[in-house]
């Protein structure tokens, strides 16, 4: 188990091998044994194969190769729909329209997509998260026909690896941890937390090759802009105002 | 693996075992292992074991006993101080203050706190989240001296497990699974997804016991109420504010 956590790689290339339904089966079983908030389930998970579905996605995964490649995209959605109709066919009011409840759901819907990604890699499939489903969020509610209290948050696309890549680097492990309280950092602290990164080949050729001077710019230049982030903000809210999410 | 993850309880009972730091760290680097945006690890992880911290966290996680009682109290973050900081000192400027970034950082986090307690399960030890960690960030964030751009997300009380209870029971898997696109469930739909839980002698007690007609009326009207979401909502949305992910 330790092993299956500790070996983790994105898988970003499959085989063709379908995968067959009692496997499929068994990994949403796993992944509805997550903890969630008072049991409540508020989350919903959709399983897309068809090439159709898959290719009406793809442009807003912004056309990473997986999303057609791979046998299934699977969506997790926080999922208040079910659960408002639950109650209002047994006389309750729900209050779930608000932004701690998204939350809530948000979690639990990321902690039933870790244990489906867990019991996948444990199965020999490999995964690969897709962070583009909170930016896009309203084009995948029209296409996978989302209906009010029901928001995706995570994707991931599964299938047999057709690739063995690397590990890839972390942090050490006392750059991330802090005991007792948070100690914040120090110049030389972040010296040396990300030594060991910034020493790198892999990372010296991969800001060399986005042409930035340091590899922090390549994030904030190019990966992850503030005009990009600031402009996927305001689409999310609109989505969460738009979902009922912001009453 | 799967066993691992199918056989989840939650743990509120613990013996008084100690965990070493050894086996901490094995946890640890299992959570960080997990996957998370861009290989930015914009998330922190507090590991609180001192009496009079998790004394005085107890309050915010509404007095559960197993923030007391647990010999660790782990907390996960969103964290963009310790990114920002790396950006600032690398002639990088950095644009995370705002929700888009908020949300990936708490998926991010709430990822490595799952693999934290598989982890932790697999090693004979017990886990419990505690959802009032978004409740009342702002009293953890005040305890455990969280600068801005980092916000608690949740929390896993740990330790070795003193009780053994039943696994709980959760919705069929065909009322939490869609396939290729959503259904939205017609009223039988939900009776019958909803039919187990509803005749099962727990919750008819749990009902009894809370004096309401339905068991949908114990989540509106007592244990997940409007005016707690309301209120906790407006106080996370300040929370984000006050740290930096809303400008």
Redesign the interface.
């Known amino acids: 188990?330790?092993k299956?956590?500790?070996?983790?790689r994105?898988i970003r290339t499959y085989t063709s091998q379908q995968i067959d339904k009692q496997t499929m089966?068994?990994l949403?079983?796993?992944s509805?044994?997550?903890?969630n908030?008072?049991?409540?389930?508020t989350?919903?998970?959709?399983?897309?194969?068809?090439e159709k579905?898959k290719a009406a996605l793809a442009p807003y995964h912004f056309n990473q190769k997986m999303v057609t490649q791979a046998p299934a995209v699977v969506t997790f959605c926080v999922d208040f729909?079910?659960?408002n109709?639950?109650?209002q066919?047994?006389?309750?009011?729900?209050?779930?329209d608000?932004?701690?409840?998204f939350?809530?759901g948000?979690?639990d819907a990321?902690?039933a997509?870790?244990?489906f990604?867990?019991?996948a890699e444990?199965?020999g499939l490999g995964?690969?998260?897709l962070?583009t489903t909170?930016?896009t969020a309203k084009k995948i509610i029209e296409?996978?026909?989302?209906?009010k209290f029901?928001v995706p948050?995570?994707t991931v696309t599964v299938g047999y690896p057709n690739e063995t890549p690397n590990l890839?680097?972390?942090?050490p492990?006392e750059?991330?941890?802090?005991?007792?309280?948070?100690k914040?950092?120090l110049?030389t602290d972040?010296?040396t937390?990300?030594r060991e990164k910034e020493s790198s080949e892999k990372y010296k050729q991969f800001t060399a090759e986005n042409n930035k001077?340091?590899?922090?710019?390549v994030?904030?230049?190019v990966?992850?802009?503030?005009?990009n982030?600031?402009h996927?903000?305001k689409e999310?809210?609109a989505v969460l105002k738009e979902q009922g999410f912001w009453e």
């Open positions: 188990m330790i299956t956590l500790t070996n983790h994105s089966a068994e949403l079983e796993a509805c044994r997550a903890s908030t008072g049991n409540m389930q989350y919903s998970i959709i399983v897309s194969t068809d579905i729909n079910r659960f109709k639950w109650c066919q047994r006389n309750a009011v729900p209050g779930y608000n932004f701690l409840s939350s809530s948000m979690i990321t902690l997509a870790q244990n990604c867990l019991a444990s199965k995964i690969c998260y962070g909170t930016y296409i996978l026909k989302l209906p029901v948050v995570t890839e680097d972390r942090l492990l750059g991330v941890v802090h005991y007792e309280t948070y914040d950092y110049p972040i010296d937390i990300y001077e340091t590899l922090a710019q994030f904030t230049d990966r992850y802009t503030k005009a982030n600031e996927f903000s999310l809210l």
